[in-house]
């Protein structure tokens, strides 16, 4: 194993670590007594995680250690940890009023990545070649999303996740709907008659 995919399964050994701190401190704040210090590691802990995407990609490159091994296991790491933060972030408040991800917003994400799992399963199951190539609406869902969730975690901005949320979740619907053609082109040759 490269060292390279190391860093990677660090990454999706930290998701869990993550979700504990994130749900303590939902729990801390429910009791009306916020642990402010879990707030921070799980914030540490998911800044870490998501700045290991860049640094296993870089070292894959810099020292030649590309491998179908990380090229299976990076989206995977990618995909467990955003999805964990969103999903954790919409069953607990993180401050007063509400303050978490809106449960519609959690069902969008988890819809549209079910939506491209399916996609790929049914691309295959057709025995057509499919090839990982994210579209531009998928990179901008990535980070809208992200950003919601700072937005949840930071508690900068005075203003309702929801806003945010929206935003993101305008992107994440367009990228479905950018992965479905996707998966349509490629499936055309194979059903015309």
Known sequence: MTFASKITITRILMVPVFAVFALAYGSSVKNGMPDESLRWWA?????TAASTDGVDGWVARRFNQKSKFGAFIDPIAD?????????????VDWGKDGWRLPAWFAAIVVLRDCIIIGGIGILWKCRC????A????????????????GW?????????PAW???LAGFFTAWSAVAYIRQGITILSPRTSP
Request: glycine content about 4%; some cysteine.
């Open 43 to 47: 914030l540490a802990l998911f800044v």
């Open 134 to 149: 994210p579209h531009w609406t998928g990179k901008v869902c990535t980070v809208t999303q992200m950003f919601a969730l």
């Open 79 to 91: 995909k467990s940890l955003l999805l964990t933060g969103v999903v954790t972030l919409s069953l």
């Open 152 to 160: 949840v975690m930071l508690k900068v901005v005075p203003l309702p």
């Open 129 to 132: 070649k499919v090839t990982f």
């Open 164 to 166: 945010p949320c929206l």
